[in-house]
């Protein structure tokens, strides 16, 4: 488990990094570039507290080495907000329909519907639930979510 | 004189220990990270208006609770009813949550009390705090108090006006709370009564920090604990040499049985926790009940019975002309299951502890810890930062504990730690499992002549409280402290009387000590007894040949209570279930004090494969005085969800060793593809006081649910959950 050199693209910036290789993206993202949209949740890829988007795709990043997450572009929740500091439509739907309670489940929700919307951009409520299934919330606001989906599949 | 002349950043008593972090941002809630400012050695008495309200030399006001923010939204209301007295927009006004040393003692954020306890105070310290600043300009202007007005921080008279700042020159309203003599968001009501959004979402969709888990400190460290192999294992050795050669590792902590390592990367702890707790040895012996049913386990360990209640003839009377009904029903052990493992950060110097805790009680904690780890309490301070929602007592208060044993062995550093989801499913107190039997007598009019209860639980909270017992890491020390005694038994007999016109009415209420660690959990025993109350006088209905809402509507006189159920009879009125469907019904009044809560479920039941979904719940609320309906709104639709996966999934499984329900798999709760849509209306009584309503969806909801699954199949389920072995034909 030696330390190694290597690159990261995290939200279009490049990182060099000192890190043991088989070390879980979430903890490189958390603790060496102190982003705090993913969160760690279950360590298991069950719950998806800890997503982000891999080249486009929405993947857990909890238990994903940061050696293979070197080879694709990884967007954070803090990746999503414009260079204005314009919300992603998928981030602003959330806070228009006050989707959340505790919110610690928020960045999977998003990151998991962006990655949705980019490939299908008018999905039916079905195909939310379907792509959200391995989303846990605790706090019990899955219809929230659902329309908040919805309300941003209808933004600009 | 209202206005105190000593200025508060020089005032005596104050001591610098650099704790209480403000954050820069204006209004919502004060961000953990930030400028240091002092904190008060002892804060204000909480009948001072300056307990709970400052205001800030840039014209802002800071106002400060004992109550923490968990996801209920309880920063915005408590906002809303500052900004509405003070006449000041939201943004101006900003939120200190719990601390010691800060804010007042408020026990726990708990039992859906905030807005009674710690927001009406907050109400009456800033209404009274309104009538102080203009008494005091129109002392100092000479002018009638009718002819000044406080608005967005300014005192206006006819002719010139001032600035809450420059009036006050830095120092605070040293004064007893009167009783105002207007309140503005009982007449005014412009924020209070409004769907006012929160303002901490925003935050939240862009990473901002705000939770406890996003807090860093410079040369921050990492732990984590090893759990041992059972409740009461003891640690025979680590089985693991040259532990010192582990990446990143600085310290072991081991006290009796007490396992925890500290490593300068946090991954570093978490594979090296995973490898101890491969290596340790412990000597252990089987001790969880598996040979029986839980239920027989229950009765047979339970206390002899004490009658809680009883009222009019009892149960036993001349009845052979009567129509006899009774029925059993159980619920499992439940878990809270925060979606963020529970997390702590604790930082030891020079003989003085700080914490940052999710803890629902940040004085109880602190005063339980200073017994645990023999400190006086002046020498812990806490301060409270929102985690993940915990639906009450989790793991918060025992991953503080733990940080802060390790914080001892290793000053100097600011140590983290964050359970794994491992931790947090196996090792959190539960909801505890109940038993309820139900026996009625109906007259040859339908109605309840006789109603008879019994009921088996455990103790439903064994918080701080001043036990050092009830902190999980105080089994495994030297000194072994043992398990919690009972716990809070008010808990399971919460909601065990119906809110119904009965007047023959005995209540049995049975202790036991069970075999797994309990605590409270969203409604506590209410869940159970609603769920098992409204599904029996579903039965009743039937066997009285009536419509379950009437049925309920003949025993009900309380006005407030058949609106709800009227309300929610016309919001489902136009359903009709199809084939295999099932609409069901559920009331009570949370504690026969707090809100009251109807609701409905409409199910789906396949009868091949035994699978039930909720398609759609309703939900009628009415919390008195509604602060923030959304709020309430978004509290009951929430519950409702949560219940049906309770109802449906939900149960700690174990074997002769430990919990064997540890992660999402095999502790599986209701997900996305079966949640139902969900559809609220909070009745805002403005004249009527505010009720607490974070809980009161929790036992109707399920009731409405297995009450549906009635009407849809024929089949009574009486214990929980509905699995689909239960239905399946």
């Known amino acids: 488990m030696a330390e190694i050199y290597l690159h990261l693209t995290v939200n279009g910036i490049d990182h060099s990094l000192e890190v043991d290789a088989e070390t879980p993206l979430l903890y490189v993202l958390r603790n060496h570039l102190r982003l705090n949209g993913p969160k760690f949740g279950c360590g298991l890829q069950q719950c998806g507290a800890c997503m982000v988007l891999m080249d486009g795709e929405s993947v857990p990043s909890c238990r994903l080495p940061v050696k293979v997450a070197a080879r694709s572009e990884i967007i954070t929740l803090e990746g999503l907000v414009g260079a204005e500091g314009q919300l992603h439509k998928v981030q602003q739907a959330f806070v228009d329909e006050q989707a959340a309670q505790c919110g610690y489940c928020i960045n999977g929700m998003i990151m998991a519907s962006a990655a949705l919307l980019q490939k299908n951009p008018s999905p039916s409520q079905g195909e939310i639930r379907e792509k959200l299934s391995i989303n846990i919330c605790r706090c019990g606001i899955h219809d929230r979510i659902i329309k908040a989906v919805i309300k941003a599949s ?3 | 004189m209202a206005i105190s002349r000593r200025g508060f950043l020089t005032q005596l008593g104050y001591v610098s220990i650099g704790f209480s972090l403000m954050g820069a941002t204006c209004g919502g809630m004060e961000a953990a990270q930030g400028k240091n400012v002092d904190v008060l050695d002892l804060p204000p008495t909480g009948d001072r208006v300056n307990a709970w309200l400052r205001i800030l030399e840039n014209g802002e006001v800071q106002i400060l609770t004992g109550k923490m923010e968990l996801g209920q939204g309880i920063g915005t209301a408590l906002i809303q009813l500052a900004a509405e007295e003070l006449n000041m927009s939201m943004d101006k006004v900003r939120l200190h949550l719990a601390e010691t040393g800060v804010t007042q003692d408020e026990g726990y954020t708990a039992g859906s009390r905030s807005i009674e306890s710690s927001g009406m105070s907050i109400r009456n310290a800033a209404a009274t705090a309104r009538e102080l600043l203009l008494k005091l300009v129109s002392e100092k202007w000479d002018v009638p108090i009718g002819e000044l007005s ?48 929160r303002q901490d979402i925003a935050d939240m969709v862009i990473g901002k920090q705000f939770f406890l888990h996003d807090l860093r400190f410079p040369d921050m460290v990492h732990a984590r604990i090893v759990r041992p192999r059972t409740y009461s294992a003891k640690l025979l050795s680590l089985g693991m040499e040259n532990l010192e050669a582990s990446p990143g590792f600085l310290k072991l902590v081991n006290i009796g049985s007490f396992v925890g390592i500290l490593t300068k990367e946090e991954y570093q702890a978490v594979q090296l926790k995973k490898n101890l707790e491969k290596s340790a040895k412990w000597d252990y012996k089987q001790e969880l009940p598996v040979d029986i049913p839980l239920e027989t386990h229950i009765k047979n360990v339970a206390d002899p019975p004490e009658t809680t209640i009883k009222k009019g003839k009892g149960i036993l009377v001349d009845q052979e002309h009567l129509d006899h009904h ?3 029903y159980s619920k499992p052990y439940i878990m809270h299951a925060s979606n963020g493992p529970s997390c702590a950060i604790a930082y030891f110097n020079k003989g003085h502890l700080k914490l940052w805790s999710h803890s629902q009680g940040v004085y109880p904690l602190r005063n339980t810890l200073s017994k645990l780890l023999k400190m006086a309490e002046e020498h812990i301070s806490i301060k409270g930062v929102p985690g993940a929602g915990c639906y009450g007592h989790n793991g918060a208060d025992d991953v503080a504990a733990e940080a802060a044993l390790m914080a001892l062995e290793y000053p100097g550093k600011h140590i983290r730690l964050q359970w794994m989801r491992e931790d947090e499913h196996a090792w959190e107190p539960y909801g505890t499992a109940m038993v309820m039997e139900l026996q009625a007598a109906l007259n040859s009019q339908g109605k309840i002549v006789r109603w008879a209860y019994d009921l088996w639980s ?27 005694n009972g716990g809070y038994k008010g808990g399971g007999i919460r909601n065990s009387e119906p809110y119904y016109d009965l007047d023959n009415l005995q209540i049995q209420f049975r202790s036991f000590k069970g075999p797994l660690r309990a605590s409270a959990l969203r409604g506590l025993g209410a869940y159970a007894n609603i769920f098992a109350i409204e599904s029996f006088m579903d039965e009743l209905a039937l066997k009285a040949g009536k419509d379950p809402i009437d049925f309920r509507l003949d025993h009900l006189s309380d006005d407030r209570a058949r609106t709800c159920l009227e309300r929610l009879r016309n919001a489902t009125k136009l359903v009709v279930p199809k084939e295999g469907q099932g609409i069901g019904h559920a009331f009570s009044r949370y504690k026969n004090e707090a809100s009251y809560c109807a609701i409905a479920a409409l199910v789906e039941v396949d009868r091949s494969s035994g699978k039930v979904i909720v398609r759609k719940m309703w939900g009628v609320i009415d919390s008195g005085e509604a602060i923030n309906p959304e709020g309430i709104r978004n509290q009951t639709e929430g519950g409702m969800v949560q219940s049906a996966s309770w109802a449906l999934k939900e149960e700690v499984k174990f074997n002769a060793d430990h919990i064997i329900s540890i992660d999402w798999n095999t502790y599986p709760i209701l997900r996305f593809p079966e949640t139902p849509d969900v559809e609220v209306e909070v009745i805002d009584r403005p004249d009527q006081p505010p009720l607490g309503a974070g809980e009161a969806a929790q036992g109707p909801a399920t009731a409405a649910i297995l009450n549906a699954i009635y009407r849809a199949t024929g089949s009574r389920i009486r214990s929980l959950p509905v699995t689909s072995e239960k239905l399946r034909l």
């Open chain 2, 326 to 328: 009774k029925a059993s």
């Open chain 2, 150 to 197: 406080l608005e967005t921080g300014r005192i206006y008279g006819a002719e010139k006006d001032i600035s809450l700042e420059e009036l006050l020159k830095g120092q605070q309203i040293d004064a007893k709370i009167g009783k105002p003599s207007k309140l503005l968001g009982k007449t005014r009501r412009k924020f209070v009564g409004r769907p006012i959004p």
């Open chain 1, 154 to 156: 209808k933004l600009k």
């Open chain 2, 458 to 484: 455990d103790g439903h909270s064994t918080r701080p409280g001043g036990d050092p017992s009830s902190l999980l890491p105080a089994r495994y020390l030297d000194q072994g402290y043992g398990r919690p």
